[in-house]
């Protein structure tokens, strides 16, 4: 009984010094700005499915901005020049 009594305590004990570092000492990423990978970006629509993604990922074709070069091709073929 002693022994489970002195378990107790503790891990009572370990559990609250644990929980007094969380709070006291900040997330190693707090200052950290974000990565590049991860910054703002302008969102833009494919023309021929409807899905956003960043402009960086779209491909430019002849009526807008594509998710893909399938979809660039075949809304090129869909709608001729002129």
Do not use: D, Y
Not at 35 to 57: R, W
């Amino acid at each position: 009984m002693k022994f489970l009594l002195l378990l107790l305590i503790v891990l009572a004990v370990v559990w609250l010094v644990r929980g007094a570092r969380r709070r006291v000492e900040p997330p190693a990423n707090a200052s950290a700005p974000p990565p590049a990978s991860i910054a703002a970006q302008p969102i833009v629509a494919c023309a021929q499915c409807g899905v956003h993604l960043p402009s960086a990922e779209a491909l430019p074709g002849r009526g807008g901005v594509f998710c893909g070069e399938a979809h660039r091709t075949e809304f090129e073929k869909n709608h001729p020049p002129g």
